[in-house]
């Protein structure tokens, strides 16, 4: 049980780091990260979905009563969701068929529903439209240098122009499974990466 | 609807397709129910019941509401709203009249619209166009699918913390790894052929 | 786009959000009430043995947080978690006497085993084995230490093969008792002066470092603080007057003194 307690408390402390914080939620996105555009793409949805209900949040918090804002929180996801679908299929329709399910998947990305409703709610405006952009980038940049790895090491092209033409490529990563491994190593690596940053600090 | 069909429908979302493991949904739910046993059965009931009632309604509104309006692009405002309604009435109706289910099932209320396997569930069934009772059978099966996802990630997880895991990888990494290697073991059941 | 259409849109999207909102605002959900089972819950064993009625520790904190359950329904948690509710819930104005750890077994290791136990030296791994581990006891100490690795503190030693509390380091912070997986670490108050050393009652099988329910203890006190309950012995600690009789006449050596007279 101790062990377990350590997972949790483990789990937490990094939740409470910018650097991993992010990765974590963008375990839906990890389906759509096999092409670059794509993750590209699911990132930049992300990050405009999380500006707009940060900042409409912010606005109503104040007149909204506390036992409706997270109901609030959750129909604004949806309906910022809902206008990104849209404007997506009207101006790229093959990168939102590309996307599939996992646009409108947006409005149940826990972390990111849990931030708005209690950080962003109780910002003002600017700082809260501030806060989520920085980490819809963030999280962009994550998307995009995961899915640059899996797809030019799972296909052997980048953003469709091959590059390994001759080399045989390691079709696992294309995978849902290649995704969670390279995803898991990715956050190994950021957490050692952090460890080593807080032992250096006396 | 043929025993062939049911039976097809519920081999593919629970092997084939599985919710967690080839169609990547639910994911962070598996982890975060991974804390005890009781936890991942809450998810699994609660999930199976949310989304076999969804799941046809949804279709329902879709095909009589939303479709001959041309009101299309309302189906996720209108699927994340039936699932609220649904679960948040569902919890008043177990606080009020159930209390022994609602003692064992409402630590798993603040999972469920997070969930990402059961809005997906929903939109699913919605975009296949099934019917009504094959997008209920859809939903359930699904969400057994996702319940042995879970059982079989909490399983190795109990395993696995008792092992000496190198510092970083331990908590949120070594479980996507464990999740990876799972979905591997599932890749197996591509290109079965039913029938 | 026609004019019916947005009309019925709008119609359905704002029924929708008024359901919502009245189940939301009409919800008997206490926000406070969770907020605070959270912190209750930190006074819990965190076993979800259940044995308090309610699905798991946290759903009894939630009972306890919303007014449904009393805070003495904890069993493995005993006192200690009932005062550390009470204080949590701000009805005990002076901290809980502070509490210690005490192991409930004097055989461990050298207990009688089934079999020779290989695997991760983790008391939960052996405890899952087929019939309740290597012990022939099933609720006797295991042996492995786990309860010593968890102790922030290092308060627990493992002395010949079974766990030892030192008194005067433990803080009472628990940890241990959350940890051992036969649930046989108990939290006794600093002041009570013995306790016996086995788990045991007459459902399980005593070894020879376990209590047989001689009954001497429960002649010899003089307080009668000793009786036999459930079929295994209990000390009252508010009759006891820690002489520690109980300790000398007990021809095992199980009723172990806590405390010097």
Known sequence: MSAIRKWLEDLGATVKKPTAAFLMSMCAALAVTTRLQDGVAIGLCITVVLVLSSLTISLLSSRVPEKLREVTVLLLFAVYTTAADMLLSAWLPSQNDALGIFLPLIAASGSLIAWVDRTASRMPLRPAGLQSALTGLRMTAALAGLSLLRELFGSGTVAGFPVFASTAPVRLLSQPAGGFLLFGFLIAAVQGAAAAGRRKKP | ?195 | MSLSGLLIAALLLCGMAGVLAALALLSGRDEQASARAETLAEALPGLDCTRCGHAGCLAYAMAVAEGRAETDRCQPGGEQSRLELEHRLGRYEVEPEKYVAFVRCAGGLAAPQRYAYDGPAACAAAAILPGGGPMECRVGCLGLGSCARSCPVGAIDMVDGVARVNRDKCNGCMRCISVCPRHIIEAVPRSAAARPACAASWMATPCDFGCDLCGKCVTECRAGAISIKDGAVTVDDARCTGCGRCADVCERGVFQRLRNR
Do not use: K
């Not at chain 2, 039976?7 to 967690?20: I, K």
């Not at chain 2, 990888?169 to 990876?180: D, E, K, M, Q, V």
């Open chain 2, 1 to 195: 609807m043929s025993v062939r069909t049911v039976v097809t429908l519920a081999l593919t979302a629970l092997f084939l397709e599985n919710f967690v493991f080839t169609r990547f949904l639910g994911v962070r739910a598996v982890i975060d129910a991974s804390r005890s046993l009781r936890l991942v059965f809450m998810n699994g009931v609660v999930m199976i019941v949310l989304v076999g009632a969804a799941a046809p309604l949804v279709r329902l509104l879709d095909e009589y509401l939303l479709m001959p309006r041309g009101l299309e692009y309302l189906r996720l405002l209108v699927s994340v709203g039936v699932l609220m309604i649904l679960s948040m009435g569902g919890e008043e109706l177990m606080r009020r009249r159930l209390p022994g289910f609602y003692d064992a099932l409402h630590a798993a209320q603040p999972m469920v619209m997070t969930n990402t396997a059961i809005l997906g569930a929903v939109l699913l069934a919605n975009q296949e166009n099934l019917s009504a009772p094959q997008a209920a059978l859809f939903g359930i099966f699904g969400a057994l699918g996702f319940l042995l996802a879970a059982l079989l990630f909490i399983g190795v997880r109990e395993r696995i913390d008792m092992a000496d895991c190198p510092g970083s990888f331990r908590g949120f990494p070594i479980a996507l790894i464990t999740l990876g290697l799972l979905s591997m073991a599932f890749m197996g059941f591509t290109g079965l052929r039913l029938w």
